[in-house]
């Protein structure tokens, strides 16, 4: 009887939060093919489902200077990768772009942004996250730094120890592992930016400039789902 339960309540669970949430490759445009941030934005707390996973509560802000352009949420390109492996995520592009420098000041595109991961019942919890810086161009003095936290459900309490870090001038991949868990909460902060340069007769001493076209992010999980595990244990203690 208390197996019967159970399994009925772990089914009604995982079809209630499954239908609550779209796939994310079903929001957007029509055909699902082009999604923006702000349609992701846009979700709240509801969200869209990669896999057995729910990603919502997105947040995005930036801000700009110098010879940079505004990027806002509608111009920031969303992509669900993985969804049928160990290691789901969301594909970000768009154009950050500072084109050079300026003697006024430095020139750079600042950007927050984030979101909340959570396991449907019965998926399998989270134990790892990777970030991949994928693409960009850069010259002279131009840099993109884009900096990653995790946190647990709580949105205080960091998880492995330590923040990810990706830039043009040093590693374009990193991840951190931490003890399987069902809710993470994502918070990065994303600079692209060339520094002020000193006028001349001819414009500035020294230049460069910057642009990122996309990142990656993933998270890896354990292979084999708990909920199938408990119902595994309980049917054998019933056999």
């Known amino acids: 009887m208390k197996l019967s339960v159970f399994l009925a309540g772990t089914v009604v669970a995982f079809a209630s939060m499954a239908t609550a949430a779209p796939l994310c490759t079903d929001i957007g445009a029509p055909d699902g093919a082009v999604t923006t941030m702000a349609d992701y934005v846009a979700l709240g707390s509801t969200g869209c489902?990669?896999?057995?996973?729910?990603?919502?509560?997105?947040?995005?802000?930036?801000?700009?200077?110098?010879?940079?352009?505004?990027?806002?949420?509608?111009?920031v390109f969303l992509a669900p990768v993985g969804a049928d492996t160990f290691n789901p995520g969301i594909a970000f592009s768009g154009e950050w772009n500072v084109p050079g420098a300026s003697s006024a000041g430095n020139s750079f595109i600042d950007t927050s942004?984030?979101?909340?991961?959570?396991?449907?019942?019965?998926?399998?919890?989270?134990?790892?996250?990777?970030?991949?810086?994928?693409?960009?161009?850069?010259?002279?003095?131009?840099l993109a730094t884009i900096g990653?936290?995790?946190?647990?459900?709580?949105?205080?309490?960091?998880?492995?120890?330590?923040?990810?870090?990706?830039?043009?001038?040093?590693?374009?991949?990193?991840?951190?592992?931490?003890a399987s868990t069902g809710t993470i909460q994502v918070k990065k902060n994303f600079f692209v930016g060339v520094p002020q340069c000193a006028p001349t007769g001819e414009g500035c001493s020294a230049s460069g400039s910057i642009a990122v076209s996309s990142f990656t992010e993933n998270f890896s999980e354990i292979p084999e789902p708990v909920g199938a595990i408990l119902i595994g244990s309980g049917l054998l203690a019933l056999g």
Request: no cysteine; glycine share 14%; aromatic share 14%.
């Open 49 to 75: 489902q990669i896999g057995d996973k729910v990603f919502y509560n997105f947040f995005y802000s930036s801000s700009f200077g110098g010879t940079a352009a505004a990027v806002p949420a509608s111009a």
């Open 113 to 142: 942004l984030g979101f909340t991961v959570t396991v449907l019942p019965g998926g399998r919890s989270i134990d790892d996250a990777s970030l991949t810086l994928d693409a960009f161009a850069q010259t002279g003095t131009g």
């Open 148 to 178: 990653e936290t995790v946190f647990a459900a709580d949105g205080f309490t960091q998880l492995g120890g330590r923040a990810m870090t990706v830039s043009t001038n040093g590693q374009r991949l990193d991840d951190v592992f931490f």
